[in-house]
């Protein structure tokens, strides 16, 4: 089973916890490639992979459902064996737009609590 590693060592190279990537387990998202002969999962680079996708897809705000169909389109994508291809392509370009605009709401997120960071600091350096 080479290029195959434990939950321990997958969730240390993803930057995930085991429990995390337990839940995205019951939840569907992934799979382990294959279990070992004392019933430990065992994880493939293209598990990681999906773990890295799911990973990026969370702060985000994604759903779990969101998280699988994207997956799935993915899935079928790699496949190239589908005649599907254009829908497919359409679905990535809608998740694609979901992702940017979710992004620009964070920057502005951002942009707000740094403001208030810098606020904070001349209340600070005011009274020093």
């Known amino acids: 089973m080479t290029g195959h590693m434990q939950i321990g060592e997958a969730a240390e190279r993803v930057g995930l916890s085991i429990r995390t990537i337990r839940h995205y387990e019951e939840a569907g998202l992934v799979i382990p490639a294959a279990r070992s ?6 994880y493939a680079e293209a598990d990681l992979d999906r773990l890295r996708v799911i990973k990026r897809m969370k702060p985000l705000g994604f759903t779990l459902d969101e998280m699988r169909d994207l997956l799935e389109i993915l899935d079928e ?4 064996q589908n ?4 829908v497919l392509l ?16 964070l920057r502005e997120q951002l942009a707000t609590a740094e403001g208030f960071a810098r606020q904070i600091q001349n209340h600070i350096d ?3």
């Open 37 to 42: 002969e004392g019933g430990f999962r065992l």
């Open 77 to 80: 994508l790699a496949a190239g």
């Open 83 to 86: 005649s599907d291809r254009a």
């Open 90 to 105: 359409d679905r990535l370009a809608m998740f694609h737009t979901a992702a940017q605009t979710r992004v620009e709401a």
């Open 126 to 128: 005011e009274h020093n």
